[in-house]
């Protein structure tokens, strides 16, 4: 193999390669301008969680425990408690309720598999997506970071209306 | 007893050889064909209501229901066609349909025999659209809570209630669809046993105690044995995080030798466990009169040592005094035991028990009945004691054995004891003369005489002898505490001198009081020289030190409260601070018997496990592991290496009645084994213990009245003591909850805290 | 950890079992033992000894007329609680001076009980099972009367009132309203 041959093939290469980079600098751009642009998700994401409230601002979950048996990687705690009062002053929508509710992002896998399972629709997953901390211990949310009406929705997403409405590649897929 | 004949029954085309006269269900269950039922309750009259058991049979018109259908002779049957799903479908949308759709909220969730029912043989929709019956839901007493929308009916509950109770407190009431199980006005007037919710297959009767606390999945279960009385029932600890929630006896859980039965003390009275009064860490109290100061393990352990071992070297070994617990497993009693003999060297070792075995089983001449021989007994003789009190479970094979099984039942109590309504023969004999009976039944006396000192007719007397002699079957003889020393021996003595006949076998069934009477007895902690009493009266003279595990009884302190005073050193094991530490000044803190590996003795003689549920609460140790500990630090390494298996082994290896027993042999808790037991044959000396007496009931006087007040429900089953007095449900019933005026509520009421029942009947321990 | 169960419980219920023991004259206690002398076994009397009792004690079994008769026919207050609910002719509750029980058995059912019940409510401003604040009235539903041929029916007491109509039943809540209503059947 002479010195010559070996310029040439790459030169090649390098013109094939660099083809392809040139050619895609006229098209659109994909790159997300995150945080200052949101991020659009699909209306599936799993974010974090939340736990719903009915129309009279009373916890709809129950404290059945089914998510914390569904769950695979064991990251609801739940402790339920008895709500004696008049069913308009109670804390959830029955006499039952849960009166601790962790869920540890440390272990959670977003399978959505509690959403399944519960049979209240009181658990379902959010967008918040930023969920990255500087204490391990912080990813340990309870019910008050859970709650709906409690949980403090991010700025940084917008979830798409529809298939069509999506900017990335799983579009092209 | 003559065996049954046995037939042909053709199950599913298979041929099976049976029992003539068993229930149809429970021979295709035992053959291996299941059959869905809710009210079918082994051993509990037939209801036959919930008609999920339907099965066909050929040359019968109709399904019949295989509960109340008995095998007979070339019968053929088939338990699954599309006729038979459809029906039993039909049956359970019909079971359906005023049931709530609430079983994420109900506490039955998860466990729930309908629910699982439902899985098998439900539709995936519902079709009744009308409204559902609607019962506001209710507790009826502190302990049970109602919800009558989720009932099916199955009535197992009234008739646990009725037929192992005798007590009728929950009925069902209304007619048609409107029926509910209810009381008379709205109140559980009852022993609170619980039973009635064990058995609902659904969630109308809930523990109201164990009410939304967690679900049973979550639950860690343990196999444990009860310890709150002699009959050892076997039951499933559930516990959570270290906390023991609950306790049932659940089939589907454990398979004791008390079926699903508990009574109030073993189901409701466990929060003693994580009671926050238990005791923390070890206690020094540095100078008499001074605080009790907590302390680490080392410094109390050390401290301890070295004050036995002065006093050793200032006044001899037998100036220490060592006393165990009958309610104590066998591995703390017999660790105590050794540690007494062998570190010590004391000949003063006992423990706190009520009343001594020991003349018993010396001359006992015939074996233990167990609890299931007691149901299928033929004659009963019960002598003093009142197991509807102290022995739940004894009571109710008894109350089963009459109703169930036509058994003859004899009671002879100086109190009209409630289970003599099932008598056929009541006794009702002066207080303090149930001796002469025995005495008369040994034939060692005229009926006249015996007759007068109880205070009964002349003619009572020979029926019993006659209906014992004519028995065909098994005579079971229970005697409570009642009974003297020599009544003891004399009694133990009778089969031998009655003997036995080709159809007729003599058991025997003590009553004693506590979960291990028999165990402390077996390992040999009673034969030391003194009892209890005589260490107390001692303390200060002889005895210089007293080692006691497990608090010492109300009945031994009660006039001697003196006597811990004077005592140089006196270091007590226990779980809560009581009238023993007041004066202790080491006190150590025991774990409890859910946080432990050991065995107790039963009434029966079986040795039965108690599990660890939970890791010891606080600084806990096991008993036998803190008496290790100190025999370590007085030199002497028991080299037990904390394995509670190894403590048994010895056991096994030195105690003449659990020869050859293992923990592994004990695994199982349905196949319980029973403690080999020396039967004695006829001993010459009784003559001596008969002469004497005879000179007891001599000396009698004859005279005196008669206790006629049949006692209230629940007088010692619901006593602090027994109950441990750290049950905070039992509180609330003190605490002032609805009590109209003139009106009578619960029984549980009569449990005042806060009237003070009597603090000498507080026997706080494990 | 345990179930909190305070007085202000939201499962309202009022404890009623009875201390003491209802009394009553000679002539009742002669007619109970009348009744009881006709029975082999004592626990049979239990009817009759219920409409003597509740006839006593202010139309319905109170708790002291229900230890009387746990302890005349020698069974459990539960029996007795079980049988009464059985019936709706017995009343564990306080009625009212006219017991209006409407029949909601088929016949009765497929003519317009539920209107006749309807219109009852209405006009008392009762549920079925409920008693008028005055006293005066108390509104139940009630299983087949036997009298199937004249539905739909009702009975005040024990006088039956059939084949009714919206006007009819009018004018015979008027009669009680205005207190001119006489029972014809002494119960």
């Known amino acids: ?33 995150y945080p200052e642009e949101p991020v659009t998700l699909q209306p599936r994401y799993r974010g974090q969680h939340l736990l719903h409230v009915d129309e009279l601002g009373r916890e709809k979950c129950v404290a059945c425990y089914l998510c914390a048996a569904a769950c695979p990687s064991d990251c609801i705690y739940i402790v339920a408690a008895d709500d004696p009062r008049a069913p308009e002053e109670r804390t959830g929508v029955d006499e039952r309720y849960a009166e601790v509710y962790n869920i540890d992002y440390g272990r959670c896998i977003f399978c959505g598999y509690c959403v399944e399972a519960c049979p209240k629709d009181a658990i379902t997953h ?16 309870t019910k008050d970071d859970l709650l709906i009406t409690k949980q403090k929705q991010s700025p940084n997403y917008r979830v798409a209306f529809s298939d069509e409405d999506v900017d990335s590649e799983y579009k092209e897929v | 007893m003559t065996t049954a004949e046995s037939v042909k029954v053709t199950i599913n085309g298979q041929e099976f050889q049976v029992q003539k006269g068993a229930p149809l269900i429970d021979v295709c269950r035992e053959n291996g064909f299941a059959i869905p039922s809710f009210c079918y309750y082994a051993d509990l009259a037939l209801q036959a209501s919930c008609r999920m058991c339907l099965v066909r049979i050929e040359k019968m018109p109709k399904l019949q229901t295989s509960c109340t259908i008995t095998c007979t002779d070339g019968m053929i049957v088939t338990t699954q066609s599309e006729e038979i799903e459809k029906a039993q479908r039909g049956m359970v949308e019909f079971l359906l349909a005023n049931h709530p759709l609430d079983c994420p909220v109900c506490d039955r969730g998860g466990e729930c025999e309908l629910q699982e029912m439902v899985f098998d043989w439900g539709g995936l929709e519902e079709r009744f659209t009308e409204r559902k019956n609607y019962y506001p839901e209710k507790f009826l007493s502190p302990i049970v809570a109602n919800d009558p929308q989720r009932c099916i009916l199955c009535k197992r509950c009234t008739r646990v209630c009725d037929e192992w109770m005798g007590e009728d407190a929950i009925e069902a009431g209304g007619r048609g669809a409107n029926t509910v199980i209810g009381t008379f006005g709205g109140w559980l007037n009852c022993s609170q046993c619980g039973n009635c919710i064990e058995v609902c297959p659904t969630g109308t009767l809930l523990d109201a105690t164990y009410r939304h606390q967690t679900r049973p999945w979550e639950l860690e279960r343990t196999v444990s044995t009860c310890t709150f009385c002699s009959d050892g029932c076997q039951m499933s600890l559930g516990s959570r ?24 003390k073993g189901r409701f009275a466990h929060p003693f466990v994580n009671h926050e009064e238990r005791l923390r860490t070890p206690l020094i109290r540095y100078r008499k009169g001074g605080k009790l100061i907590p302390a680490t393990w080392d410094e109390a352990i050390r401290f301890t040592a070295a004050k036995l071992q002065e006093i050793k070297d200032a006044h001899g070994a037998n100036s220490i005094g060592v006393v165990g617990s009958p309610r104590l497993t066998n591995e703390a009693n017999y660790v105590l035991l050794k540690f007494a003999r062998e570190v010590i060297g004391t000949e003063h070792y006992t423990a706190s028990e009520a009343f001594s075995l020991a003349p018993f089983f010396k001359h006992m001449t015939a074996p233990l009945a167990t609890h299931k021989d007691i149901r299928h007994a033929k004659t009963i003789v019960l002598i003093g004691g009142e197991p509807e009190e102290l022995q739940p479970l004894t009571a109710k094979q008894v109350r089963q054995a009459v109703r169930n099984g036509g058994a003859k039942l004899v009671i002879i109590n100086s109190v009209p004891v409630r289970l003599k309504q099932q008598a056929t023969q009541f006794l009702h004999v002066r207080p303090g003369t149930e001796d002469a009976l025995v005495l008369a039944l040994a034939g060692q006396t005229d009926d006249a005489m015996a007759a007068r000192k109880m205070g009964v007719e002349v003619g009572e007397i020979e029926p019993l002898r006659r209906m014992i002699d004519e028995t065909q079957g098994n005579v079971v003889l229970m005697f409570g505490g009642e009974l003297s020393t020599e009544a003891q021996t004399i009694l133990a003595q009778l089969p031998g001198s009655i003997g036995d006949e080709e159809n007729r076998r003599f058991l025997f069934h003590p009553l004693p009081l506590f979960n291990n009477s028999f165990g402390v007895h077996d390992v040999g902690l009673m034969d030391g020289k003194l009892n209890a009493t005589g260490l107390l009266d001692a303390a200060g003279d002889t005895v210089r030190a007293l080692y006691v595990a497990g608090g010492l009884l109300p009945a031994h302190l009660q006039g001697r409260e003196q006597a811990l005073q004077n005592l140089d050193f006196l270091v007590v094991q226990e779980l809560f601070a009581t009238d023993t ?34 890791p010891p609460v606080h600084q806990a140790k096991p008993d036998w592991v803190i008496t290790s500990l100190l025999a370590d630090a007085l030199g002497i390494d028991f080299n037990y290496q904390m394995s509670a298996s190894a403590v048994f082994r010895e056991i096994g290896e030195h105690v003449p009645a659990y020869q050859g027993l293992r923990y592994p042999l004990l695994k199982d808790e349905s196949k319980p084994v029973q403690a080999k037991y020396q039967l004695a044959g006829q001993r010459a000396e009784v003559a001596d213990v008969l002469a004497e007496l005879r000179q007891r009931v001599e000396r009698m006087t004859g005279a005196g009245d008669k206790i006629m007040e049949t006692p209230e429900v629940g007088h010692e089953l619901f006593k602090i003591g027994t109950l441990t007095g750290k049950v905070p449900q039992f509180h609330l019933l003190a605490a002032g909850n609805p009590e109209p005026p003139d009106v009578l509520v619960s029984p549980l009421y009569q449990i005042t805290i806060d009237s003070g029942l009597r603090r000498d009947t507080a026997i706080a321990g494990d | 950890m345990s179930q909190q169960f305070t007085p202000n419980n939201p499962l309202p219920q009022e404890a009623k079992v009875p201390v003491e023991m209802a009394v009553f004259s000679l002539d009742v206690e002669a007619e109970i033992d009348r009744h009881l002398a006709k029975y082999p076994v004592k626990r049979s009397a239990i009817l009759p000894l219920m409409f003597i009792v509740q006839r006593e004690r202010g139309g319905y079994l109170d708790p002291p007329g229900v230890a009387y008769l746990a302890d005349r026919l020698d069974v459990r207050i539960t029996d007795i609680w079980e049988v009464a609910t059985f019936y ?36 008392l401003g009762i549920k079925p099972g409920e008693t008028t604040p005055d006293g005066k009235f108390s509104l139940s539903e009630v299983e087949c009367l036997g009298s199937c041929g004249t539905a739909p029916m009702l009975q005040i007491g024990f006088d039956f009132h059939e084949n009714l109509t919206a006007e009819k039943l009018d004018k015979i809540l008027d009669t009680c309203e205005r207190g001119e209503y006489v029972f014809t059947v002494k119960g």
Not at chain 1, 132 to 141: C, E, G, I, P, T
Not at chain 2, 595 to 602: A, K
Not at chain 3, 111 to 117: D, S, V
Request: a neutral charge.
């Open chain 1, 1 to 33: 193999m002479s010195i010559i041959s070996d310029i040439v093939e790459s030169t090649k290469s390098i013109i094939k390669g660099m083809s392809v980079t040139f050619s895609y600098i006229p098209k659109a751009k994909w790159t997300v301008q």
């Open chain 1, 126 to 141: 959010g967008y918040n997506f930023e969920l990255s901390v500087y204490n391990r211990a912080d990813l340990l949310k």
């Open chain 2, 241 to 264: 995080a270290g906390e023991l929630m609950r306790v049932v006896a659940r089939d589907r859980y454990v398979d004791g030798i008390n079926g699903e039965f508990l009574c109030i």
């Open chain 2, 581 to 614: 530490t007041a004066h202790a000044d080491v006190v150590f803190p025991a774990a409890s018997f859910a946080e432990i590996d050991g065995t107790y003795t039963n009434n029966d003689g079986l040795v039965q496990r108690v599990r660890q549920s939970i």
């Open chain 3, 88 to 123: 709706s002719m017995i009343n564990t509750e306080p009625v009212g001076t006219y017991h209006i029980q409407v029949c909601r058995t088929l016949s009765c059912k497929i003519l317009g009980a539920g209107k006749i019940t309807e219109q009852c409510s209405t006009r």
